[in-house]
C-alpha cells in the first residue's frame, strides 16, 4: 500500500487486503482472463457484470488498448467505512498519447468490501471529489 506500482510489477496479490484485490483485479485486466478479473469482484457486482452480455465484449476491448495505455497505479489513501467496507483513493498512471478518447481524471475511488474472508472490489471506480478528504476516517498510505 502506497507505492507506485508499475504495469510490470503488478502481479495476482489476492484477496486478503483491499489494496491486494485491487491488484489482483488490475492484474486480471492486463494479464489475466475474464474469469481471473472477474473473480476479483464482490458478488453483487460480479453478477451485474456477468449478466451483462457486452462485459466480456468490453474486457477483451480493453485487453487490447489498457496494456498499452497503463503505466501504473498508487494507492494513496483508505477510508474506512465499515468493517467490512472500504475506498480507496487510487492515482492510475496512463498515458493519454496512446488513445485519444481515454481520459483519466488525476484520483478515482474504489469501493472495496470484506465477503467473508476475502476482499473483493465492489464497483465501478468513481470520480473523486475534494469532499472525499474531508470527513470519514481515512488513512494516507502515500510514501
Known sequence: P???ISKDQL??????????ALQSMLWGVLNGTYEQAAGALAPDFRQQELKDGKSREGFEDAKKTMPLAFKG????????LADDRVELKVRVDVDPTVNGDLKMPPFVIEPVLKVGNEWKVGGNPQDYEDQWDQDGQIQSLAQ
Do not use: D, H, N, S
Request: glycine share 10%; hydrophobic share 45%; no cysteine.
Open 11 to 20: 502481479v495476482f496479490a489476492g484477496y486478503a487486503t483491499p489494496e491486494a
Open 2 to 4: 502506497g507505492r507506485y
Open 73 to 80: 497505479m498508487q494507492i494513496v489513501a483508505r477510508k474506512t
